[in-house]
């Protein structure tokens, strides 16, 4: 089946510090990748969708200059989060829509951010 | 715009006892509804989807959905369920079936009482 592989899995940093998450559909070429972001015992929220070669759409209230996407190709997408603040804590996910029509999107298994 | 609800936050059962996580969903057009699962500090797997056609659908792991139109529900049923069935359930809504810009329920929690 289609997976998602999103990496790094939990990562732990100082306040100021910015960080990279990757997202790579590792057997389908996706055309199109979503990131979301979780709180605790809360659902998703859609931050921002990104088409491979062009600029990504943020979500209203989501800061495009904080939260970096980069989709430089059918199977990899990039979020940055710069200058982390504690703030920015939390649980991120992203997805990836296969290229083929009528197939849903595929989850990575999160990355857990900490900003101490 | 649309939204989706998921009344119940938590919802304890019994090992072997029936399942019924209920979503309510509000949208314009025709719904492309999805159930996901997702167990602690991980991502979302599908469990079903319905595009169209028949409104009871069959999904993984013994899993079933019912669309009611007229309920605009889609309530995710399963006849007895076991202690690893334990984790957190999201009804999501889409503007077409390949799944984009999806909207999430807030999520049950389900436990799984031995």
């Known amino acids: 089946g289609a997976v998602v592989s999103q990496h790094p899995s939990w990562v732990i940093c100082k306040s100021g510090t910015s960080v990279k998450i990757e997202c790579r559909s590792l057997?389908?070429?996706?055309?199109?990748m979503f990131w979301y972001r979780q709180f605790p015992k809360q659902s998703l929220m859609l931050m921002a969708t990104s088409n491979e070669g062009s600029k990504a759409t943020y979500e209203q209230g989501v800061e495009k200059d904080k939260f970096l996407i980069n989709h430089a190709s059918l199977t990899l997408s990039t979020l940055t989060v710069t200058s982390a603040h504690p703030e920015d804590s939390s649980f991120y996910i992203c997805?990836?829509?296969?290229?083929?029509?009528?197939?849903?999107?595929?989850f990575g298994d999160g990355t857990r951010l900490s900003i101490l | 715009a649309q939204s989706v609800t998921q009344p119940d936050i938590h919802i304890t059962v019994s090992e072997g006892a029936s399942l019924e996580l209920r979503c309510n969903y509000s949208y314009g057009a025709t719904p492309y509804l999805f159930w996901y699962v997702q167990s602690p500090g991980q991502g979302l797997q599908l469990l079903l989807k319905y595009f169209s056609g028949d409104t009871l659908v069959q999904g993984i792991k013994g899993f079933e959905a019912e669309f009611k139109r007229s309920q605009s529900s889609f309530n995710l049923r399963k006849p007895s369920v076991h202690w690893s069935d334990a984790a957190e359930y999201f009804c999501a809504v889409g503007p077409n079936n390949a799944g984009n810009m999806l909207t999430f329920g807030g999520g049950t929690r389900l436990m799984v009482k031995p």
């Open positions: 057997d389908f070429q996706a055309t199109t």
């Open positions: 997805s990836a829509k296969p290229r083929t029509a009528y197939q849903p999107q595929h």
